[in-house]
């Protein structure tokens, strides 16, 4: 079983940052790829960036610029380092890893989730 745990998450003024982590641990083979999604009320969730093992990065436009993903395979944690915030980034943000358990089994993973709220 593979548990996804992320944190920092919080209030912040527009125009501020924050830095969210996000862990994985159990039976990790290989994880690989990482992604962040987001989802504000009354919308769907979305994909905010996505990094793979080697390190290649997919940005959603409105993020492109302001976010930076990033992993640290060692400690099986990925980053999601928010600059420039705006009021509109406010949401539910969630990590998200493509796991395998063993050499053939892959597993698709989310953590709980942390609440990002970005004032005006």
């Known amino acids: 079983q593979v548990q996804l745990v992320e944190s920092g998450g919080g209030l912040v003024q527009a125009g501020g940052s924050l830095r969210l982590s996000c862990t994985a641990s159990g039976s990790i083979f290989r994880i690989d790829t990482w992604g962040w999604y987001r989802q504000a009320p009354g919308k769907q969730r979305e994909l905010v960036a996505n990094?793979?093992?080697?390190?290649?990065?997919h940005y959603a436009d409105s993020m492109k610029g302001r976010f930076t993903i990033s992993r640290d395979n060692a400690k099986n944690t990925v980053y999601l380092q928010m600059n420039s915030l705006k009021p509109e980034d406010t949401a539910v943000y969630y990590c998200?890893?493509?796991?395998?358990?063993?050499?053939?089994?892959?597993?698709?993973?989310w953590g709980q989730g942390t609440q990002v709220t970005v004032s005006s």
């Open positions: 998200y890893a493509e796991i395998a358990t063993t050499w053939l089994v892959s597993t698709n993973n």
């Open positions: 990094i793979t093992r080697s390190g290649t990065t």
